[in-house]
């Protein structure tokens, strides 16, 4: 059974920082691509930043490029998103994805159809 479980959500200020971490359990953790995506309530679910099963390859959208990081450490079975300089339009649920095919790598970001397993989802809340 896969299990998808993020942390580190929270209530920042503009221009903090948060990091939100993923652990994935039940599956071969280095095989798959992960991602971020986020959703408001006035949005369709949208990727933020998608990281190939090696870490090798990063994707992120022009909104948070310079801004966000993705990471991955494959030994921990854990994926990562610093978010830094956040702005007030950065308040979402923030989901971890896992891709449903191992070892693919589709540019310009997996798509909703890609997603194997999401994450319950972490609440990012930006004030001013």
């Known amino acids: 059974q896969v299990q998808v479980v993020e942390s580190g959500g929270g209530s920042v200020q503009v221009g903090g920082s948060l990091t939100l971490s993923c652990t994935v359990s039940g599956l071969t953790f280095g095989d798959y691509g992960m991602a971020w995506f986020r959703q408001t309530a006035d949005k369709k679910r949208e990727i933020i930043s998608h990281?190939?099963?090696?870490?090798?390859?990063?994707y992120e959208v022009e909104s948070v490029k310079g801004r966000f990081t993705i990471s991955r450490d494959n030994a921990a079975n854990t994926l990562y998103l610093n978010l830094n300089r956040l702005k007030s339009e950065d308040t979402a649920m923030y989901y971890c994805?896992?891709?449903?095919?191992?070892?693919?790598?589709?540019?310009?970001?997996?798509?909703?159809?890609?997603?194997?397993?999401w994450g319950q989802g972490t609440q990012v809340t930006v004030s001013s």
């Open positions: 994805a896992v891709d449903g095919t191992a070892r693919r790598w589709r540019t310009g970001g997996l798509w909703l159809s890609d997603i194997g397993y």
């Open positions: 990281i190939s099963h090696s870490g090798m390859t990063v």
